[in-house]
């Protein structure tokens, strides 16, 4: 069935946003978002700012109504057309909103049946927990999100708006060895636990470790992808963001709004400064400071 | 208990592949397969085309039943033992098929009482869906293996004969983000779905995520091996082989018959040609052209 | 509710290894480990070897017990804060001894009512089986622990004392294969299983595979971190330590007491010697000899 959501529920919702609107909005409405291709008369299309013929693109857009930047012109060839422009200041920013809140369908809230959940664990108000899902004795706030299959073990605090994606091994202790005479191994014990602060996200098949002696914290807002290993006792600032499968050894410390690109590994006990930025693949063995790119296998500064 | 298989079936089985039989193959069975260390009488045995001395390694061969390639003679040291040759093009590929096919017990279809099934979701004839799996709002075809504790999200078309491993997630959504003017992260929508074409077969603990307004495929025949990350709308032709670890950033477009090695990262948006090789451990950060051998960090193509 | 441990049965514990117990340890309890940031009167501290200033760090702790190496005297500032010191040859051993005992709680022995077994599968003695964990006809010794959501395929061995973390799944078949004329990929069959030795620790979301044609062997005190993939077929020694996130191809061979670090990929049939170190993100390529240190992109030896 075709969603129809009319263009005045959504100039409500960008009221922030929106510089000005050109045309006539009324009794309009959108039913999907596209990719380029695939536009047709009732998606909501919008118009990168990173285009350098924004207003050709705008022009040639099959769909009824555009989101752009401030740059277009209503044209003859838009008024022909009967377009409506929704001009906002950054186009790819506001559809985002537009999709996460209009065409993503949040699980609705509660406790599969065949979730198993440690009698101890807190659970807040307004909380998704999957099927499959397994909980030790953990504190979960509100407005949480944990996907099928996700394992939380003992000792696992996580905050509100928080979302976990299937798969993912929370609170699970780490293989941080000593080796005797005979070469044999043992494995440091580890008894903190994990801290996952306010509107974290973390993608499919990732895991955090607890921590050996306190605790590994997750800082607000951080952004992790799937299949990344965050080790003992790692501490995350906010908004650090993590693209995929990259590892962080133990007892990293990342500062706020740090970018990690895919496949990186970062030797422990590494500090990494505010704004740095990792490239892909990057095998970092020093200290980065603050707002430097990093690139290679070892890790250097990268200068352009 | 010991298998008894009848020679005599495994020749109607290669009949198209057998050039000749040499020695009696009546009321001869065979009951293993077995690596060389380990051959025994009743081992079907098989002689690769990479050895240089493979006249001498037939002969001294514990089985009774070899296939081998096209140059063996049947010398009085094979006639005395009684040996039969199967001899066919490759014999590699000769017993791989009857491996899969006589050695390999796949599972017995039908749902498994533990899957999660969304009652929307479509499912063919003669599929398997193991134990614990979880499947949102999909539409699965014929011949369907999907093994223990695997989470399929909503939006998932799997065609026919495919097989997806133990623990893999598929349509789970990106995190791609946009940082505000405080760093904030911002993860874009992802409403669009994901393909699986017929005989793909994903390995364990892998994940391919969902596109964000159109779909991630995978193309027909490819095979991916555990712990990939096949990131939103990627588009993978057909036939491409993903040996392990890999991962593919957003939008990566891949062409047919390429070959990617173990732990690879491909940058956003990167096209790599028909036949191209990416060797292991490679951070491709720039387009491969069709049938280059490319290696590194970053990546360079490989001149012999 | 706080622990109270007390002392005399750490000492007991302990009594190999102690050299010496300076002050009076009658009546004295402990009831936390803990990080240096975090020591109160209570926390059994413990002073590394690694620092410079053991003496002075002994002096300053806010715990009433302290494990530290011979060095330390019994100075006034310890006796007249009546500091328990208790001398041992290796503190941080110690130290994890204490906590893997005292601090770690075991999960108690029994098979989780939604863990999924295999009638055909034999179940050694005070074995953990957790939630949502698969097991096909396999063979599981004495004192296992299998966390949830594993999956055991058929045919895997399991010895004594092993413990698997969440979301593993041992004994998969992998995706070795070849191609036909026309890029077509036919997947080598797997009927070999795998075998682990005792004393083996396996992290979370790693995978082992079972061998083509003989089986994986995982050795004796192998400890292998989270997202880790061991191919087809390969042969580890005893105690090798793999830090995690770490891909090993088909058919590797290790010997015993390697140790490699985290993110490093080994090409198939790749032989690695007895005490060789491989480091972070390291792509293996060649066979690496006894006692070296290989790092980089290809590796080479890495000589200080």
Redesign the interface.
């Known amino acids: 069935m075709k969603k129809k959501i009319y263009l005045s529920e959504i100039i409500e919702f960008l009221a922030k946003e929106i510089i000005t609107v050109l045309g006539n909005p009324e009794n309009t409405y959108i039913s999907n978002?596209?990719?380029s291709?695939?536009v047709d008369k009732f998606t909501l299309d919008w118009i990168s700012l990173m285009h350098t013929d924004q207003q050709r693109m705008t022009e040639n857009s099959k769909a009824k109504v555009i989101i752009t930047g401030t740059g277009i012109k209503y044209s003859e060839t838009l008024k022909k057309q009967e377009k409506v422009i929704i001009q906002v200041e950054?186009p790819?920013?506001s559809i985002?909103?537009v999709?996460?809140v209009f065409?993503?369908?949040k699980p609705k809230s509660g406790v599969?049946s065949?979730a198993?959940i440690n009698k101890n664990t807190f659970i807040g108000k307004n909380v998704f927990i999957?099927?499959?899902v397994?909980v030790g004795k953990c504190i979960i706030g509100n407005n949480v999100i944990i996907?099928?299959?996700t394992?939380l073990?003992?000792n696992v605090i996580i905050k509100d708006n928080v979302i976990i994606?299937?798969?993912s091994?929370i609170g699970?202790?780490?293989?941080?060895?000593?080796?005797?005479e005979e070469?044999?191994?043992?494995?440091?014990?580890?008894?903190?636990g994990v801290i996952i602060e306010d509107n974290v996200?973390i993608?499919?098949?990732s895991?955090v470790?607890r921590?050996?002696?306190?605790d590994t914290i997750i800082g607000k807002?951080?952004?992790?992808?799937?299949?990344c290993?965050i080790?003992h006792?790692c501490m995350l600032g906010?908004?650090v963001?993590i693209?995929?499968?990259t590892?962080l050894?133990g007892s990293v410390k990342i500062e706020?709004?740090v970018t990690i690109y895919?496949?990186v590994?970062v030797?422990e006990q590494i500090k990494i400064g505010r704004?740095a930025t990792i490239g892909?693949?990057a095998?970092v063995?020093k200290n980065i400071p603050a707002g430097e790119i990093w690139?290679?296998?070892?890790a250097k500064k990268f200068i352009k």
Chains 1, 2, 3 share one sequence.
């Open positions: 978002l596209s990719n291709e695939n950054n790819k920013r985002a909103k999709g996460n065409f993503i369908d599969d065949t198993i999957g099927p499959n397994v996907h099928a299959n394992v073990y003992d994606h299937a798969g091994i699970v202790n780490g293989l941080g060895c000593s080796r005797n070469g044999e191994l043992n494995v440091f014990p580890h008894i903190g996200e993608g499919a098949n895991q470790a921590g050996a002696l306190s807002g951080c952004k992790i992808n799937g299949l290993f080790a006792n906010e908004n963001w693209t995929g499968s590892m050894s706020d709004n895919s496949k590994v030797r704004e892909m693949g095998v063995t690139v290679g296998n070892p």
